[in-house]
């Protein structure tokens, strides 16, 4: 017996939260709509949930979002690919060369610690006005969530068994590869979950200022054309961008996990 609910038991019971989870959502939607027809305040400050719904429709039948949602995605595949990569390198890094940890990781906080907004135009000045910029600027958000977990993970390894590693002779790629990686695993896995929602509040963030495409360079035009329900349709499709690769990376997160909670 492992005390393990049958996963048909599991979805059952999480119906009822998911069912009051959309009639909240209704109600909130009802309670907006009501709210910005029945206040007198203009369609500029808060436009009805209908109007929203409008907007995005027509943006959506008539191609207008097509692009800017692919610069988008492109931002967030390039920097996130990027920028996880050389989080894990260093995560590596630094958790298995601890000179190299004394002396890079003061330079990787203070990489972190500075406003990415605030870099912005500087990488538009150096890299121009386009993808490349959003692309840097996506990478250094999503760098340090995974080389964070990555460094902590590595170092969870039972030091017995790395004894009992070192006294088979196991060199250290192999202890690396066959005893940490699998014991880091979840961590990085949980990094990687907080990098991809980074990703994108990183690619939006970039094309505030360094693009013309992009569901923030369409925030940006709303906004001076005092188009709010525009922007709202805008900031809908990033809430289910990010819901959609959240629950992508979840995905991903249990066929890399399921190996090791099978239960025999």
Excluded at 30 to 56: D, F, Q, T, Y
Excluded at 60 to 72: D, E, M
Aim: one cysteine or more; proline letters at 6%.
């Amino acid at each position: 017996m492992t005390g393990r609910r049958p996963p048909h038991t599991a979805a059952a019971s999480a119906w009822p939260a998911r069912a009051l989870g959309a009639v909240l959502c209704l109600a909130l939607l009802a309670a907006w709509e009501a709210l910005a027809r029945r206040s007198g305040l203009s369609a500029l400050v808060l436009p009805a949930p209908s109007a929203v719904a409008a907007s995005l429709w027509s943006g959506l039948r008539s191609g207008y979002f097509t692009p800017h949602v692919a610069a988008t995605l492109s931002a967030l595949g390039l920097g996130l690919a990027g920028g996880g990569v050389a989080g894990l390198l260093m995560g590596a890094l630094l958790a298995e060369s601890p000179w190299a940890e004394r002396v890079l990781r003061p330079y990787v906080v203070l990489s972190q610690v500075t406003p990415k907004l605030a870099l912005a135009p500087l990488f538009v000045l150096w890299f121009g006005f386009g993808m490349a910029s959003t692309a840097l600027i996506t990478g250094l958000i999503c760098f340090f969530p995974l080389m964070e977990n990555t460094l902590t993970g590595l170092k969870q390894a039972d030091p017995q068994r790395l004894q009992l590693f070192r006294m088979l002779g196991a060199t250290r790629w192999q202890t690396l590869l066959r005893l940490k990686l699998p014991v880091a695993l979840p961590t990085v896995l949980a990094g990687l979950r907080m990098a991809v929602v980074l990703a994108l509040v990183g690619a939006v963030v970039g094309e505030f200022i360094g693009a013309s495409r992009g569901l923030g360079a369409v925030i940006i035009a709303s906004q001076g054309s005092m188009d709010t329900a525009l922007m709202f349709a805008a900031l809908v499709l990033i809430a289910v961008i990010g819901l959609l690769l959240y629950q992508a990376t979840l995905l991903v997160e249990r066929l890399l996990l399921r190996p090791y909670t099978a239960v025999s």
